[in-house]
């Protein structure tokens, strides 16, 4: 392909003058080009450097690519021609207050004032509650009403707000307004003592720690030029599949709740402890949190530990093949499951789903076999792509996805592992070096899908911009479009087939 | 008369230790502990024991709901057989007026509920009024078959003693159409899995517990006891057309009915143990089989018993 935008690597740090910095046109029409042609969209955020403010793009194909540009004080809209660039054009917009003109759906992200104190773009005052003046999409006529669900809702669940336009139980649209949980992570990040940093990117989403801390603690080995050993990159690995077990197997148990289906949904409660438990094993902390750390991990797999590991592993696997296969075989499970909340590959393709939800819809990316990092190199990662897009399709994947990862594990604890553990490593302190005026961007398979963080430093290695992309961030429209003339009833069910982040979006 | 307000009382005390097992059997199926067989007790205690909260967008509908739905299911008892014996009243069409009774508690429930203008409750309440219609074709489909096999319009002259046998041997095999269209009715009627999901905290999908939520202390206690009641009152119907003996003899006779109540609230429990429940759109038609049951039923009959 004949295009300027600069070919990267996943966590290689690049320096900033290496970036391509391309006339607005230029930038726009590249961009769209590369879309069009079957890529997608992994950062397109704005940053401040020498008090100018520019636009980068990273888009991935089978490799990654980035361009920057001077960021106008308006521009036309991508999303009119480009459907995968609505959300970051949105974000753009609320962050640095830069409008594009024309956007079909200018609504806030996250209800935050800018941060270059230019004129709000959604013409907001922050002093008031959140959702502000939000302009919800409405429906009017016979028979057609609205359902509002949240912010506060009946399970022990994050916040965000629902607005269902229905006629009778069928759904019209779906809107999903979000930003309760807003924390300011990416600008908290910068300012605080290296030490804090691992600690703030755990905590981005709690149900995705290691994935979160693997994305910081790869960017900071880049621009620190660490190496870690293979031990440590064992682990991390070992971790990340824990992580994605202890979820999928619990949103396995909470779909099967949803249809009234209890066996499995109480099994899988139990499951998810027990694989919980097993990162509690490794590190002390039943998330993981604690465990990864820039320039390798915290903890070592001693062989007590891994002889542990593989005992509770073999012991647990027939189980959760069970529960599977009678999750699966119930016939009444499977009628729910069928047609329920269908996305068709080309919504998806637009929406730029990433993880099962998009492996659901037959988009078979996974960031662990396509830009692999850590152990993954050497893994087999299979294809789990199922054509239907359906609650059934989500459901497969994460039932896929679960068998693989165990054996994945028990692959990896099979050999001893020997690790440096990082104790007072240099990365770990107040006082380490990140490399100046350099850019980088790791992208990790996390349970929901693609997560990705970028770092870029000024001239004195400081952080001058720190962006965080959680995969929900693409994968909330998906659902809102999986809502289309589905029954309002099936809403619980569809939401727990993606079961997205709030914090992990909100930031 | 003395014994048969005796048994009433009974019933009423007795209702809510019943609809405890299905939580056993569920959580037998679900390799859980479950919790004690006295549960229902301790809730309804403690509901007691709380103070009521009532938004103030209510209107003296709100408190009526619960009052009124739980004094239906309450009053029905009253006209049932219990354990095949005469119940406290019986009339001639008491069936009618038995089964509109439980139609007023159902209207003054959705009436609390719509009286909230909460959309959840309003969405809940339609549900609600639907599926019983389908349930009332059922019902009458029954009582038409039972009104061709007896010539008798009281509740009493079908369940009273030996009558249940009765029946099973002017109508023969078609009453097992009957028992599964009357277990249909019931699983329909008291919110249960296929139909309803008694256990979810999902506003969304929940028929019958959307319409209380905003029901608190006592008034969710009288909610909660009514519909043991109500789940009684159909419970019995199917416990006595499998067990259409009567020993004549009155504690043989509660030993022998408690067993084969124990039997459908267990039917009941495995139901919900073995099968997820029905999408919104397909209820409906699981219900109208238990129309279609009842009317072969009538049909086999009518032909071949003459």
Redesign the interface.
């Known amino acids: 392909m004949n295009t300027r935008f600069l070919k990267i690597r996943n966590g290689a740090a690049i320096s900033k003058e290496e970036i391509p910095n391309l006339p607005f046109d230029d930038f726009s029409r590249q961009a769209k080009d590369i879309v069009k042609n079957g890529g997608k969209v992994v950062h397109y955020f704005a940053y401040t450097a020498e008090d100018q403010i520019k636009l980068l793009c990273v888009l991935r194909t089978d490799a990654l690519f980035v361009a920057a540009t001077d960021a106008p004080e308006s521009y036309p809209s991508l999303s009119n021609e480009c459907e995968p660039f609505h959300m970051f054009e949105r974000e753009i917009a609320e962050q640095y207050g830069i409008k594009p003109e024309g956007h079909p759906w200018l609504r806030m992200v996250r209800y935050h004032p800018n941060y270059t104190g230019k004129p709000d773009v959604f013409g907001n005052d922050y002093k008031e509650d959140i959702p502000g003046n939000y302009d919800y999409y409405s429906v009017a006529g016979d028979e057609v009403?609205?359902?509002?669900?949240g912010p506060v809702h009946?399970?022990v669940i994050e916040p965000g707000h629902f607005r269902f336009n229905c006629i009778?139980?069928r759904v019209f649209n779906l809107e999903i307004q979000l930003g309760y949980q807003h924390r300011g992570v990416e600008q908290l990040l910068p300012s605080v003592p290296a030490k804090r940093l691992a600690v703030i990117a755990e905590n981005n989403a709690g149900d995705t720690s290691i994935g979160n801390a693997l994305c910081l603690s790869q960017a900071i080995e880049s621009l620190t030029s660490t190496e870690i050993d293979d031990g440590a990159k064992i682990i991390r690995t070992i971790a990340l599949e824990l992580e994605r077990l202890q979820n999928h197997v619990g949103d396995l148990g909470a779909l099967?709740?949803?249809?009234?289906?209890?066996?499995p949904?109480?099994?899988c409660g139990?499951m998810r402890g027990d694989f919980l438990n097993m990162s509690l094993l490794i590190c002390g902390n039943r998330m993981g949190k604690g465990l990864v750390r820039p320039g390798g991990v915290r903890f070592e797999l001693d062989d007590e530990i891994r002889i542990e590991l593989i005992r509770r592993i073999d012991e647990i696997k027939p189980q959760v093949k069970h529960t599977i296969d009678l999750l699966f075989s119930?016939p009444?499970?499977i009628?729910?499951f069928e047609g329920?909340g269908a996305v068709s590959r080309k919504n998806a393709e637009e929406l730029g789903l990433v993880g099962p939800a998009g492996r659901a819809c037959g988009i078979a990316y996974d960031a662990r076999r396509e830009f692999p990092n850590e152990h993954y190199g050497y893994l087999d990662i299979p294809e789990n792509a199922e054509p239907t897009g359906d609650v059934y399709a989500r459901s497969k994947v994460r039932a896929d996805e679960i068998m693989q990862s165990i054996e994945i594990v028990q692959s990896l604890i099979e050999n001893p592992i020997e690790t440096n553990i990082v104790e007072s490593n240099p990365v770990d302190s107040d006082n380490f070096d990140l490399a100046p005026d350099s850019f980088v961007v790791t992208i990790n398979e996390a349970w929901r899908g693609e997560l990705s963080h970028c770092i870029m430093t000024d001239e004195n290695g400081k952080i001058e911009r720190y962006k965080i992309k959680d995969p929900s961030f693409h994968n909330w429209n998906g659902l809102s479009m999986s809502l289309r003339d589905t029954?309002?009833?099936?809403?619980?069910?569809n939401n727990k087939s993606f079961n997205l982040s709030y914090c992990g979006f909100d930031l | 008369m003395m014994e048969s307000i005796i048994l009433w009382v009974l019933a009423l005390l007795s209702a809510p230790f019943f609809s405890a097992l299905i939580l056993k059997v569920?959580a037998f199926?679900?390799?859980?502990k479950g919790p004690p067989l006295l549960i229902n007790y301790y809730t309804l205690i403690k509901l007691c024991k709380k103070g009521s909260v009532y938004s103030t967008s209510t209107t003296y509908i709100f408190k009526m709901g619960p009052m009124i739905s739980l004094c239906a299911s309450v009053t029905v008892l009253m006209f049932l057989p219990i354990a095949g014996h005469a119940p406290i009243f019986s009339f001639r069409g008491d069936i009618i007026f038995i089964l509109y009774l439980l139609g007023l508690g159902r209207f003054f429930t959705i009436a609390a509920a719509m009286d909230t203008a909460s959309?959840?409750e309003?969405?809940g309440a339609?549900r609600e009024a639907y599926f019983p219609i389908i349930c009332e074709a059922s019902m009458f489909m029954i009582l038409i078959l039972f009104y061709t096999l007896t010539s008798e319009l009281r509740l009493a002259a079908y369940f009273t003693g030996c009558q249940p046998l009765e029946l099973w041997l002017t109508a023969g095999s078609p009453m097992l159409f009957i028992i599964f269209s009357f277990f249909i009715v019931l699983l329909t009627e008291n919110s249960r899995?296929?139909v309803d999901?008694p256990?979810?905290?999902?506003?969304?999908?929940m028929i019958h517990e959307v319409m209380v939520l905003d029901h608190s202390g006592p008034d969710f206690a009288f909610i909660e006891f009514g519909s043991f009641c109500k789940l009684f009152f159909y419970s019995t119907f199917v416990a006595r057309l499998i067990y259409p003996f009567s020993t004549y003899n009155i504690v043989w006779d509660i030993g022998l009915f408690g067993i084969s109540l124990v039997a459908v609230y267990a039917a009941v429990g495995v139901m919900?143990?073995?099968?997820?429940?029905?999408?919104?759109?397909?209820v409906p038609q699981f219900v109208l089989t238990s129309f279609a049951l009842a009317f072969f039923a009538i049909v086999i009959t009518l032909e071949f018993v003459k």
């Open positions: 009403h609205e359902v509002a669900v009946a399970g009778g139980e099967s709740g949803d249809v009234a289906f209890l066996p949904a109480n099994y139990r119930t009444s499970v009628s729910r329920c029954g309002i009833s099936d809403f619980p069910l | 569920k199926f679900g390799g859980k959309p959840f309003g969405m339609a899995v296929p999901d256990a979810t905290h999902l506003e969304l999908t919900e143990s073995v099968m997820a429940r029905y999408r919104m759109d397909k």
